[in-house]
């Protein structure tokens, strides 16, 4: 396992407005000496990141892919999405394009998968992903990378 992919895939179509990245603020622990007033040293500690967004493809394949589970196929009937007997490891990469475009890749990503179901007149079947940046299983290669636009 190389830590990288072999190949991306589109995850399909984004609900409007609901892709976002998030930075978690850290924590800075001064350590004092009895006698001093300022730190001695200071730790400082880099806050959670995490990339969300909701998915309008709500297929068998997509659930077993996002939220883990497996599929059943049926000839001439439409799959079947079986939900996971436990809470599923699920790790992908993703390269996120933004309109001017500037390219973020996360390296190796932790996914955890949510089913939203709005049972009304205007509601929609959802996935909401949470992906979380792990360190990459390549020594030396950073959990997260931006490439400038192309000018």
């Not at 400082?44 to 997509?62: H, I, Q, Y």
């Not at 933004?98 to 932790?110: F, L, P, Q, S, W």
Request: hydrophobic share 35%; glycine share 8%.
């Amino acid at each position: 396992m190389t830590g990288l992919p072999t190949a991306l895939e589109d995850v399909g179509d984004i609900y409007k407005d609901t892709g976002e990245w998030i930075e978690n603020d850290g924590t800075t622990t001064p350590h004092r000496s009895e006698f001093k007033n300022t730190p001695v040293v200071t730790v400082v500690e880099p806050g959670d990141e995490e990339f969300r967004f909701t998915l309008m493809d709500t297929s068998a394949k997509n659930l077993a892919k996002l939220c883990g589970g497996t599929v059943t196929e049926v000839i001439d009937q439409p799959d079947v999405w079986n939900k996971p007997k436990g809470v599923p490891n699920i790790e992908m990469s993703f390269v996120l394009q933004t309109e001017d475009g500037t390219e973020v890749t996360i390296h190796r990503g932790k996914v955890v998968g949510k089913r939203r179901l709005t049972p009304t007149r205007t509601g929609m079947f959802l996935i909401d992903v949470a992906v979380t940046p792990q360190e990459p299983l390549i020594a030396d290669l950073p959990a997260v990378t931006s490439k400038d636009p192309v000018i």
